[in-house]
Structures are given as C-alpha cells and as structure tokens.
C-alpha cells in the first residue's frame, strides 16, 4: 500500500467521553453492522462472513470480505500491486494497543487516539489517500464525500459506543464470553492481559 507515500486527504475529529478500548473493540469486529451500520457495511459487507486472523502477535487483524466475492466499488484509482483479494473487501488493524486502521483497495483510513483518561480521548480520524490514486476526475468531491462518509459511519458508531460505556459504569456489568466473530478482540485482550502481567 506504500504508506510512507499516502497523503491526507481528509481529517474529521471528535472528543470521545468514553474508554477508548470501546471503541477499538468496535473497531474489531463486524457482527455489529447488521444493527449499526445497515445501510453502510452489512449491504456488501455482511457481519457473518467476517473472519479474524489469530495473530498471537501484537497486532489484530480482521478481514471483511464483499458479499459474493465482488470487487469492492472505490472512490479512487486502486494502487497497482495490490492483491486480487484486497480488491474484495477490506481489513481492518489494530496495532497495539490502539493504532486503528481500515485498509482498503484505494485508501487508509487511520483512527488515532490521543487517550487523556480513562473514560475520555480525542479521536482523530485522517483518510489518506497515495497521489497516484488522485488521478481521476473530481478528486476534490471524492475527497469530500470520503470524509462525509468517514464522518457518518463514526456517528453510528457513537451510539454503540456510548451505550456500552454506560453499561460499563452502571455497576451491574459482568464479564461475558466472546462470539466467535470477536476473535480480534479476543488476540486484544490476550495482548493486554500479558502487559498487564509484565513486572
């Protein structure tokens, strides 16, 4: 993906007043798309044919195929080179603890966290896009329309995300097994309880 070439294309920024393990444990997984993001993913990107790598690394990785096998439809020029599989559907990283980054055939999308305590960070989310990509007629309104969209898809998310912080607080959370379509969440807190455990 020549990420040391990407340049930003477009940045959207949020004050979050919740844990940012919440976010990147919606960040990881895709099961939430069929009630979350019903128009957005689960259309081309059903939540039941996603699949987490177990990495036993300290990285997460899940990949979230086009239904059918299709190409997934890009705003730019996808870059040459990149895998005939990458061009159906898209991946999604955490680099521990909390580098988030949506792969896709035409872009980068990186969520940074800048974690200020416990149950407040900034997110910001840059979309970078490589140069070579921009070659294609309005690329300024593709630009815009990339960020709109980044900018929708958080907003769904925030619902879900503020929802699971209030049920962390409430006292009578409990912990509970992981769905099967968890399993970058779970290489997550693997990594954590590891940490954790370090003198």
Same mark, same amino acid.
């Given at each position: 993906?020549?990420?040391?070439?990407?340049?930003?294309?477009?940045?959207?920024?949020?004050?979050?007043?919740?844990n940012w393990k919440v976010l990147a444990d919606n960040f990881?997984?895709?099961?939430?798309?069929?009630?979350?993001?019903?128009?957005?993913?689960?259309?081309?990107?059903?939540?039941?044919?996603?699949?987490?790598?177990?990495?036993?690394?300290?990285?997460?990785?899940?990949?979230?195929?086009?239904? =059918?096998? $299709?190409?997934?439809?890009?705003?730019?020029?996808? #870059?040459?080179?990149?895998?005939?599989? +990458?061009? /159906?559907?898209?991946?999604?990283?955490?680099?521990?603890?909390?580098?988030?980054?949506?792969?896709?055939?035409?872009?980068?999308?990186?969520?940074?966290?800048?974690?200020?305590?416990?149950?407040?960070?900034?997110?910001?989310?840059?979309?970078?896009?490589?140069?070579?990509?921009?070659?294609?007629?309005?690329?300024e309104a593709l630009k815009t329309f990339l960020r709109e969209?980044?900018?929708?898809?958080?907003?769904? =998310?925030? $619902?879900?995300?503020?929802?699971?912080?209030?049920? #962390?607080?409430?006292?009578?959370?409990? +912990?509970? /097994?992981?769905?099967?379509?968890?399993?970058?969440?779970?290489?997550?807190?693997k990594w954590l309880m590891a940490e954790l455990a370090r003198?």
């Amino acid at each position: 993906w020549k990420m040391d070439e990407l340049e930003i294309a477009g940045r959207v920024e949020f004050d979050q007043p919740y844990n940012w393990k919440v976010l990147a444990d919606n960040f990881m997984e895709a099961y939430h798309h069929f009630a979350i993001h019903p128009e957005t993913f689960e259309p081309n990107y059903p939540a039941a044919i996603s699949r987490a790598e177990e990495t036993n690394a300290p990285w997460a990785a899940l990949r979230m195929p086009h239904k =059918d096998g $299709a190409l997934s439809e890009t705003l730019f020029q996808p #870059l040459d080179g990149i895998p005939d599989g +990458a061009r /159906r559907g898209f991946s999604v990283f955490n680099v521990y603890p909390s580098m988030l980054l949506a792969v896709l055939a035409d872009s980068v999308i990186w969520y940074r966290m800048e974690i200020d305590s416990v149950d407040r960070f900034k997110l910001t989310i840059y979309l970078l896009v490589h140069p070579q990509a921009l070659d294609v007629p309005d690329a300024e309104a593709l630009k815009t329309f990339l960020r709109e969209g980044a900018y929708a898809v958080h907003m769904e =998310d925030i $619902a879900a995300c503020d929802g699971v912080q209030r049920g #962390l607080m409430s006292g009578s959370a409990r +912990a509970g /097994r992981l769905s099967h379509l968890e399993g970058a969440i779970h290489e997550h807190q693997k990594w954590l309880m590891a940490e954790l455990a370090r003198p």
